[in-house]
């Protein structure tokens, strides 16, 4: 005999159906608060569910019964099976799941009276002995029994997990209920945090934080969120870089910083992109950008064997090797190497570049350069046939203004950026430490605001005074944690490694 509360139901919000269910817990609740049910919290569990299978997975049936395990447990109610005066619950906690046995003559007759009012998505306590089922399943032969929390929505249809895409972003706490998969994500997001925080701390840089508002946006080309302060009657933006900020602190004399920091970018939504995210942004004083894309490779491999146990990274059908050392070429090599038509000579030819783009169909603003229009086609044209480890360097002036001039040519800088799958993972370089230059490229980057360009960057003249007193040679390097965590996660899309991530209005 199998009761009703076996059969998953529908969320409240799928119609009447749903509001009737939600009608009757309410109804229920009604007459637990009558009978004096007061949302208990002086149970206290003595064992996780997953702590209770690693200790007792080799127990078999007479050396549970010979020791006599007592535990406590707690969780929410997964799945309910009636059969006459029996009944298995299993109760989910943070580290998995447990069997509960619930059974007339086994517990006090007003407790299996009450529990059989309890549904699915119910937070209950059960306090018992170990012991294994006919079918050899570790369970808790529950000598009490009490509700925590009355839930009032039910649980989405569980056969398959809850897989409707908008539901799970949008109500992102029904996903973690129903699937371990989008639970495991998260867990090793984490890792991947605690990861990176403990690899720098080991070669001796600082944690800082630095201003969410700022009063010039600075630090990245990305178009801000613009907010007000009362109190100070200013206009002040989100950060689209701590940049800035953390090379003041080099100038201060804090040779080695990082920030695992939220950047804002009033940028469009896709698979791969989000108005907030998280960045890994470091500086270190008496280095260069090869020194940062060594380190950067080193930390990569060594993520993946902590994470994976293995060099090799698959993604999305792919397999990565990241022992192998990770290809560096320069922009022009691959803007010439996949767009054959363009004479490699013709590199820096703007009419010859303009044209190329118009092939394209790459709309081009009038005040761009050989710089911009270079790398708009490697964008449209490479970017996304770098599937394997890949730095590209050799990025021009024009569109890198912060980083340092090359030595061997002025038209580009010393700054790269590591590609795999097609996707920008992580932008870094030599950084810019001449005031005067950087004065001037921020008159250049005004100049572009004021023909149109809104990704293009303030003046602030705070940085330049701090350049002025003297930074150090530099390098610096940003990652984008959330594409990381992709990579590691196997996720197609970044909605899939933020807890909440931001979406159009439903049905917008």
Not at 14 to 24: I, K, N, Q, Y
Not at 434 to 458: C, V
Request: proline share 4%; charged share 25%.
């Amino acid at each position: 005999m199998t009761s009703d509360k076996d059969t998953p139901q529908p969320p409240a919000e799928a119609g009447s159906t749903g509001e009737r269910l939600v009608a009757e817990r309410r109804r229920k609740l009604g007459e637990l608060r009558a009978a004096g049910f007061a949302f208990p919290n002086r149970l206290r569990r003595t064992a996780l569910a997953g702590q209770i299978h690693t200790t007792y997975e080799a127990h078999g049936v007479e050396a549970l019964e010979a020791e006599g395990v007592e535990v406590a447990v707690g969780g929410r109610v997964m799945a309910r099976r009636v059969m006459g005066k029996t009944t298995f619950l299993k109760l989910q906690d943070r580290s998995g799941q447990i069997q509960v046995l619930l059974q007339v003559g086994a517990l006090p007759e007003p407790d299996y009276r009450a529990s059989k009012g309890w549904d699915l998505g119910d937070i209950v306590w059960a306090q018992g002995r170990l012991f294994r089922t006919r079918t050899g399943e570790l369970t808790v032969r529950a000598a009490q029994v009490t509700l925590l929390v009355k839930s009032l929505r039910p649980l989405p249809e569980k056969f398959h997990g809850l897989t409707d895409q908008e539901t799970r972003y949008r109500q992102r706490y029904l996903d973690l209920i129903m699937n371990e998969e989008s639970r495991e994500v998260f867990r090793r997001r984490s890792r991947v945090v605690q990861f990176l925080r403990s690899y720098l701390d080991a070669m001796d840089f600082l944690e800082v934080e630095t201003p969410m508002m700022q009063a010039v946006p600075g630090g990245a080309m990305a178009r801000p969120f613009v907010t007000h302060h009362n109190a100070l009657d200013r206009q002040l933006y989100l950060r689209v870089a701590p940049e800035l900020y953390l090379k003041r602190l080099v100038v201060g004399g804090f040779e080695r910083v990082y920030e695992l920091n939220r950047n804002f970018r009033n940028e469009g939504i896709s698979t791969q992109h989000n108005p907030e995210f998280t960045m890994l942004e470091l500086y270190m004083a008496y280095a260069d950008h090869q020194v940062l894309m060594d380190m950067l490779e080193q930390m990569l491999r060594s993520l993946a064997e902590l994470l994976l146990g293995t060099a090799t990274v698959s993604y999305q059908g792919g397999g990565y090797d990241f022992a192998a050392p990770f290809r560096r070429a320069s922009i022009e090599e691959l803007v010439a190497e996949h767009n054959p038509r363009l004479d490699r000579r013709q590199l820096r030819d703007v009419a010859a570049l303009r044209e190329h783009c118009a092939t394209l169909g790459i709309a081009v603003q009038h005040a761009w350069g050989a710089g911009k229009l270079l790398t708009e086609i490697f964008e449209k044209t490479a970017e996304h046939r770098l599937l394997a480890p890949t730095y590209v360097t050799g990025f021009p002036a024009e569109v890198s203004p912060l980083a340092r001039r090359s030595d061997a040519d002025a038209f580009l800088t010393d700054r790269f950026e590591l590609y795999i799958h097609g996707r920008e993972i992580a932008n870094g370089f030599s950084e810019l430490n001449d005031a005067e230059d950087q004065a001037e490229r921020f008159q250049a980057q005004l100049r572009q605001k004021s023909a149109g360009d809104e990704e293009a960057m303030s003046y602030d003249e705070d940085y330049i005074a701090a350049l002025e007193h003297g930074l150090p040679p530099t390098a610096g390097l940003g990652v984008g944690v959330d594409r990381l965590v992709m990579l590691f996660t196997d996720s197609a899309s970044i909605r899939d490694v933020l807890l909440f991530p931001h979406l159009r209005d439903a049905g917008g």
